[in-house]
């Protein structure tokens, strides 16, 4: 990719709009010239996305975001090379809006319509900071995906390992609602633990020989917790629990990704999804990682969390390398990683 010099370097414009966030970039040259992007708060009173109302926020938002995105770049929409848009996995209906808007643009101005797999550009974001070594291991870790995943080389994804049951994101999410805190939990778990101590000991989960995760039981434990402190009229330092769930769930993504690493000579290791912008958990890879002296890579928070500048990144490698459909083209709610390969 990145003797690529010689290649037309398209302006992107795309779209994100997979789960509860609409967001649009507008990308040239590995450069964001713009990126507005609107998180759906209106899910908290449900404790976790509700689908349909996500869908209908989408479509009432995504042409006013769109608009935003272009005035904040100064850009025409026919200046735009290429239009894209997140085309799985997630929501369905949330998907189809982010699409329906990128291939009618895409008719409109008679241009390409580039589809990118979501958790492709969550591992891709890391470009935002270097370019990739081959082969590497990436830790995706976001509301929806727990994965180790290989890259031998450029757009082509190995699963080595994945949670047996909640995602990681998922377990800061349920723990966080079950300790009395809004949607999404993980941002005030991360909050809260970094005013707390060492005090309550929660069980490791899944502590084998494998590659996976499990994190439901952590719920469990977190719940029993609670029950005993009820019980014995103890009060509860939140602040120790986040502390006690954060370190738990790090050291089980530590040791795995630690296992992993040592099976082969990696180049380097790239942390992905929204889970990855959690403080304690950077930490202590940045640490493992000066440690052991091998290179990591975690993007920024703003690229950790859904967002359309990662969307636009995959669809600019693409854009000369096979990325764009025909508008007959349909999202896939359920497209697997491992199904995405691009010779580039
Ligand atoms: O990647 P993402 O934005 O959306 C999905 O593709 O799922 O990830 C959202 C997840 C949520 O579960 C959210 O609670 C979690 O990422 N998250 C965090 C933090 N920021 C977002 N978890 C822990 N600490 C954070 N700082
Ligand atoms: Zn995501």
């Not at 996500?54 to 995105?69: D, G, M, N, Q």
């Not at 949330?94 to 643009?105: C, D, N, W, Y």
């Not at 304690?280 to 969390?305: D, M, Y």
Request: hydrophobic content about 40%; glycine content about 6%.
């Amino acid at each position: 990719m990145g003797d690529d010099q010689n290649l037309i370097k398209p302006r992107i414009l795309a779209i994100e709009s997979s789960c509860d966030d609409t967001s649009v970039c507008l990308l040239h040259d590995g450069k964001v010239h713009a990126l507005v992007t609107a998180s759906q708060i209106d899910h908290d009173q449900f404790g976790g996305v509700f689908p349909e109302l996500a869908s209908r926020l989408h479509a009432e938002k995504i042409t006013l975001i769109i608009e935003k995105a272009l005035r904040d770049a100064n850009w025409k929409l026919s200046d735009v090379d290429a239009f894209a848009a997140t085309a799985g996995p997630g929501l369905i209906g949330s998907l189809h809006i982010g699409v329906m808007a990128a291939k009618t643009l895409a008719f409109r101005y008679q241009k390409p319509y580039i589809p990118v797999h979501h958790l492709a550009a969550h591992i891709e974001a890391g470009r935002f900071v270097q370019p990739f070594q081959y082969p590497l291991l990436s830790l995706l870790v976001s509301g929806g995906h727990t994965m180790l995943i290989e890259m031998e080389k450029p757009f082509h994804y190995r699963l080595i390992g994945q949670t047996r049951d909640d995602a990681a994101g998922e377990a800061f999410d349920k723990v966080a609602r079950m300790m009395g805190l809004p949607y999404p939990g993980g941002p005030h778990i991360d909050t809260l633990a970094s005013q707390g101590k060492p005090h309550y000991t929660l069980p490791l989960p899944l502590d084998d020989d494998s590659f996976d995760f499990s994190f439901s039981g952590l719920k469990t434990s977190v719940q029993q917790r609670l029950q005993a402190n009820e019980r014995d009229k103890q009060p509860l330092d939140q602040a120790d629990l986040a502390y006690a769930v954060q370190t738990t769930i790090i050291e089980a993504l530590l040791r795995k990704t630690k296992r992993a690493f040592a099976q082969k000579p990696y180049k380097m290791l790239v942390l992905a999804g929204g889970v990855a912008s959690n403080k304690g958990l950077r930490h202590t890879f940045q640490e493992w990682s000066k440690e052991a002296n091998f290179p990591l890579v975690i993007p920024p928070s703003w690229a950790c969390t859904d967002n359309g500048a990662m969307i636009a990144l995959v669809a600019e490698a693409l854009y000369s390398h096979g990325g764009a459909q025909p508008l007959s083209h349909k999202v896939d709610p359920n497209w697997s990683l491992t199904d995405v390969h691009f010779e580039v």
